[in-house]
């Protein structure tokens, strides 16, 4: 049982590239999420999908973009990468939208270094 | 807006010792859930414990229990018989009544000492 999968696990950009980070789960969820971990400031929900064919904001929204591809994927695209978007990127997943007492699935995180 | 605030960086607990970790919370929604995360130095992000702002007892698992004081918005980690394995980093976080987002405090860094 896989759970939920980024990829890549390791990436270092240079400054003005673009990259998309993937993040796919196999638990049948709705809700997926993209956050970003930062020392001191816990995790940042950077954008989420409710469910499939619909995104929103979060509260660390730019220099961002995502796209529900399917109910299995969630991406999140950087267009121009900053040295201020270094940081540990991590997908999680929700059984149902509607619910408050379900928890979240973490992917493994991936690391990200802008230069 | 919701908002959660851990004030403790750091805590330092010896082994077999019970530890509380503090967490507060601020929302306007009558109905929302309270979660723990457990972060060892591996990276992955662990669900401990859950609590619902309806349910009448604090809710435990294991080891870990919640101080859940729904008055005063709190919502503590209580580990009993710290083991070095529960050296990590601890979050709590609360979600909506929508269930759509999922806010984290900064965290607290435990160190258990043998």
């Known amino acids: 049982n896989a759970g939920v999968t980024q990829t890549p696990k390791f990436q270092v950009l240079k400054t003005g590239q673009s990259m998309t980070l993937q993040c796919a789960q196999d638990?049948?969820?709705?809700?997926m999420y993209w956050y970003r971990q930062d020392p001191g400031m816990g995790l940042r929900l950077i954008y989420y999908?409710?469910?499939?064919?619909?995104?929103d904001k979060g509260e660390v929204p730019n220099g961002y973009n995502v796209s529900r591809l399917n109910k299995r994927e969630f991406s999140l695209r950087l267009e121009s990468a900053a040295p201020s978007q270094t940081s540990v990127y991590f997908c999680?997943?929700?059984?149902?939208?509607?619910?408050?007492?379900?928890?979240?699935?973490f992917g493994q995180g991936t690391r990200l270094t802008v230069v | 807006a919701q908002k959660i605030t851990q004030t403790q960086p750091g805590m330092f607990v010896q082994e077999k010792e019970a530890v509380t970790l503090d967490c507060t919370y601020d929302?306007?929604?009558?109905?929302?859930?309270l979660f723990w995360y457990k972060q060892p130095s591996s990276g992955e992000m662990i669900f401990l414990i859950y609590?619902?702002?309806?349910?009448?007892q604090n809710a435990t698992e294991g080891r870990y229990s919640l101080n859940f004081q729904k008055a005063r918005k709190s919502a503590n980690l209580v580990i009993s018989a710290s083991q070095l394995g529960d050296s990590a980093m601890y979050f709590c976080?609360?979600?909506?009544?929508?269930?759509?987002?999922?806010?984290f405090g900064a965290g607290t860094r435990l160190f258990v000492k043998a």
């Open positions: 999680a997943s929700r059984t149902f939208t509607g619910a408050v007492n379900t928890e979240a699935f």
């Open positions: 638990m049948n969820h709705n809700s």
């Open positions: 609590q619902g702002s309806y349910d009448q």
């Open positions: 929302t306007s929604d009558p109905s929302y859930g």
């Open positions: 976080a609360i979600i909506n009544t929508g269930g759509f987002k999922t806010i």
């Open positions: 999908s409710a469910s499939e064919g619909t995104t």
